[in-house]
């Protein structure tokens, strides 16, 4: 079978942004190699759900929108799930985007050199160029697009990790689970940001057109190797920040701290390196955030035609990158949106990942495509642990959990 690589690299492109750049600087840095093995973790049980929803779109023709309006029962539940949704995606992404483009402007201003001026104009010039490409490009091009800015994530952040030269030692012994002091927050934080459920919306529709053929085995090779890939990734941002970080005693806030601290460390190209797969970070979840909420929302309004549905798509995607351009210019911190999408992002990815469970047994829509013993107690693990961040989450944006 040759294989193709496809929506798998928009799932990988869209949870390596730069939250979760800034969040594995921060493992990095404060406790080095130790929680190495949370990443593998998620990594794996992101594979499993995503490998779920690709086999949802690939071999029942069905965006996880579609499947969620079809299944369930029409009235006050169908709403409900529908106003959750809208929540937790749509308000979400359009509050998260703004950091999006500001994370891909820190990551130019590394390269560049920063200043007050230089950060709006990055914010403005990334905005208009997942603009365009978001309203002028068909899903392929967005597609090639994307995976080009994967490949450079991962070139990048390999060779910062090569010149920094980590201790191969002690990653190994990240790799066996245990949380040092403090860092049960920081552990919990990196398979939060790793497992999202817009991904799953994403994927779905995504793999439908994709792999109009119904080849789910070549979606789940594409899911394999680019989540996988995608779980790599995080874990080199990891090791460069605990070979440079952690190891010299350096304060680090954020990645692009850590950009300007790798030159007197590996020299001048390092913080080059880091800037670039920075930069690409913020645009690719800067692309992927507007499109995963247009995918979800046009899919779950009813008696729509395919054309409409496009319309929809595009015009949700833009509404978002444009509020989060302008959040972004004007330099406010959407505080409350944040904690009304981490509530609602909460209480989603559980009930999502179980729904998701549910359709993926009815062997009358899959057919040889539903699940097995394995995937099934694999993903009920997964929706049991994500049960339990979730209820972190709500109880975090609550004020309820420190």
């Known amino acids: 079978m040759k294989l193709r690589i496809g929506p798998g690299a928009l799932v ?16 990095g840095a404060n406790f080095g190699f130790a ?48 106003v959750l949704v809208f929540l937790a995606i749509a308000v979400g992404n359009a509050a998260y985007e703004a950091g999006n483009l500001a994370g891909g ?16 104009w990055a914010v403005a010039g990334l905005s208009l160029l997942a603009g365009a490409l978001l309203l002028l490009g068909k899903y392929k091009t967005l597609e090639k697009v994307l995976i080009g800015l994967v490949i450079l994530m991962s070139l990048a952040f390999a060779a910062t990790a090569v010149m920094v030269r980590p201790d191969l030692g002690a990653f190994a012994g990240g790799l066996v689970p245990r949380v040092p002091e403090g860092g049960l927050l920081t552990a919990i934080a990196l398979i939060g940001t790793t497992i999202v459920p817009y991904n799953l919306f994403l994927h779905a529709a995504a793999a439908k057109r994709r792999w109009p053929d119904g080849d789910a085995s070549a979606a789940r090779s594409d899911t394999v190797l680019s989540v996988g890939l995608g779980g790599i990734v995080s874990i ?27 030159e007197p460390l590996a020299g001048t190209w390092a913080r080059y390196l880091l800037g670039a797969g920075l930069l690409a970070a913020g645009l690719t979840s800067a692309i992927t955030a507007p499109l995963a909420a247009g995918y979800a929302l046009s899919e779950m309004v009813p008696n729509v035609s395919d054309a409409g549905r496009a319309r ?23 505080v409350t949106l944040i904690l009304v999408a981490q509530a609602a992002n909460g209480l989603l990815l559980p009930i999502i990942a179980g729904f998701l469970l549910y359709v993926m047994n009815r062997k009358g829509l899959l057919g040889g495509h539903a699940n097995g013993m394995l995937a099934n107690l694999g993903g009920l693990l997964v929706v049991l642990i994500t049960l339990g961040l979730g209820l972190r989450g709500v109880l975090r944006a609550l004020g309820l959990w420190p």
Do not use: Y
Not at 12 to 27: E, R
Not at 105 to 120: R, T, V
């Open 312 to 334: 929809l798509l595009k015009a949700t995607a833009l509404v978002i990158l444009g509020i989060g351009m302008t959040v972004g210019l004007l330099g406010i911190r959407p």
């Open 105 to 120: 402007a820190l990551g130019l201003g590394a390269i560049l050199g920063e200043g007050a001026h230089s950060q709006k």
């Open 236 to 262: 080199l941002i990891v090791s460069v920040a605990a070979g440079a970080a952690f190891s010299a005693g350096l304060e680090i806030a954020n990645a692009a701290d850590m950009a300007r601290s790798l």
């Open 35 to 82: 929680l190495v093995w949370a990443l593998v973790f998620a990594t794996l049980a992101t594979i499993l759900l995503q490998d779920m929803a690709a086999r949802l779109g690939a071999g029942a023709k069905r965006g996880l929108g579609e499947a969620l309006m079809e299944t369930l029962p029409a009235g006050p539940v169908r709403i409900g799930a529908a």
């Open 12 to 27: 990988a492109a869209a949870f390596i942004g730069p939250g979760t750049v800034t969040t594995c600087t921060l493992a």
